[in-house]
Each structure stands twice: as C-alpha cells, then as structure tokens.
C-alpha cells in the first residue's frame, strides 16, 4: 500500500486545514495510519494515528484541535486541523504500520511514507 498527503497550503493563524493521506495498491483499513510533521531545524514528530480498529491517538499539543480520521470507502485518511497556530507550520507526512498500539508514536514502525504536504500558518 502506498500512501500520498495532500491539503497543505497557507492559512493564517485560527484558521482551519483538512489534510488527505490517500492510499493506493491495498486497502487502508488493514493498517494503523499515522500523521507526522517535521518543522524546519526540527527533527519529526508524531501528531495523530487512527488504528485499523477505530482508535485514535493525538500528541498533546494538537488535542482538541486535530481531528484524524477514515474513509473507507474512499479509502482515505484525513486530518482535520482547526484553530491552526504558527507553531503548526511543518511539512506533513502520511505513513502506515500494523504495530502494537502502544507504540504507534514511534516513526520507525511506518512505512510507506510519501511526499509530504507543507502547511504554512502565518501570524
């Protein structure tokens, strides 16, 4: 299964973005699918993953922003980004695992990363 992000662009600070991580060559469903985003200087880090049962796991600084989730039938995975801070800025990654959950924040169990898709929030 390979995965492709897609959405970024430029929105000021507050505002709201809708990230797409489309999946080719195999259903998404059989994989948990994790969002990460590396900032310039910064190494990268985890920000959501829905698991292939329905759960879902956010870092703290995105709680109650971030919203992950799935479409089955369109066989993508979505991250909703709302009240969007300049500290958000970073280039977004898709990428898939079937590991434990308990440790679906670790970048070295995925695989599968495309291209990311850069998000700019200006002040």
């Known amino acids: 299964v390979q995965l492709q992000a897609s959405g970024g662009g430029l929105v000021e600070a507050g505002g709201s973005l809708t990230l797409s991580c489309a999946a080719s060559?195999?259903?998404?469903?059989?994989?948990?699918v994790g969002w990460f985003r590396q900032a310039p200087g910064k190494e990268r880090e985890f920000v959501a993953a829905f698991g292939w049962t329905g759960d879902t796991k956010y870092t703290d600084p995105v709680k109650g922003r971030f919203t992950i989730s799935r479409d089955n039938a369109k066989n993508t995975v979505y991250l909703q980004m709302n009240s969007l801070k300049p500290e958000d800025t970073a280039l977004y990654y898709c990428?898939?695992?079937?590991?434990?959950?308990?440790?679906?924040?670790?970048?070295?169990?995925?695989?599968?990363w495309g291209q990311g898709t850069q998000v700019t929030v200006s002040s």
């Open positions: 060559g195999g259903a998404v469903r059989r994989y948990t």
């Open positions: 990428a898939k695992t079937t590991t434990i959950w308990g440790r679906v924040t670790e970048e070295n169990n995925y695989t599968g």
